[in-house]
């Protein structure tokens, strides 16, 4: 079992949708990060969080600590947001450097 | 451009052959790190750095690969006598000077590696 799971592994969605995108994980994090990566493209940091919830824009983190859980929220969709979502954390203990990720969600939005 | 760079985009080799790929950090980042995207795999790290230095290589396979950081100039990701198991997409990224390893991690656009 890979110790970051992220669900669904792909998605289309209707341009204007509320997309959701979940991430588990099964060992203690420092932090937990969101990264979109489109096709042949580069990957881009969005968010890095350890407890609460986040916004950017659009876009809008949450992470659950005790259950392990993390959710990456789009509102009003858009073509544009078709890309990779890719779930990461870093482990807790002195390897705090290293990031262990999730085999990402392709996300579909059609216009 | 204060992104992180990495070049060539693209890298073509034969099997036997030397691949070298770059990765320039941004301005006043001293960390870099190495991960591999293999087709329809996830990222996986390789290797952490810090000018000069090796931090953790435990993501490197043991023969064929090396990294280096040198105090002047890019980062080198180097693999001797390509296979083509090595075709995949390599991404560098970089984090600040600061001291704390808990650090937002900003990538480059990646190399892709093709071996003939």
């Known amino acids: 079992k890979n110790e970051v799971e992220q669900s669904p592994q792909n998605l289309t969605a209707q341009e204007g949708e509320f997309i959701t995108i979940n991430c588990s994980y099964s060992?203690?994090?420092?932090?937990l990060h969101w990264l979109q990566q489109h096709p042949g493209g580069g990957i881009v940091s969005l968010f890095m969080?350890?407890?609460g919830k986040k916004k950017h824009g659009r876009l809008i983190a949450t992470i659950n600590i005790q259950e392990k859980h993390s959710s990456l929220h789009i509102t009003a969709s858009h073509p544009r947001d078709s890309a990779v979502y890719i779930c990461?954390?870093?482990?807790?203990?002195?390897?705090?450097?290293?990031?262990?990720f999730g085999k990402g969600t392709l996300l579909t939005v059609n216009p | 451009n204060a992104g992180v760079m990495q070049n060539p985009r693209h890298l073509v080799r034969r099997r036997g052959q030397e691949a070298r790929l770059r990765c320039s950090p941004m301005k006043g980042h001293s960390h870099v790190y190495w991960y591999r995207q293999l087709p329809e795999e996830g990222l996986k790290f390789m290797v952490y750095?810090?000018?000069?230095?090796?931090?953790?290589e435990s993501g490197m396979p043991k023969e064929r690969f090396s990294a280096e950081f040198p105090k002047e100039g890019p980062s080198i990701l180097r693999i001797q006598q390509v296979v083509r198991g090595d075709s995949a997409a390599y991404f560098c990224a970089s984090s600040p000077l600061s001291g704390v390893s808990n650090q937002p991690q900003h990538f480059g656009d990646g190399t892709r590696l093709s071996i003939l």
């Open positions: 060992v203690g994090i420092s932090a």
């Open positions: 750095l810090q000018k000069e230095n090796i931090i953790d």
């Open positions: 969080l350890s407890s």
């Open positions: 990461a954390v870093t482990n807790s203990g002195g390897s705090n450097y290293k990031l262990t």
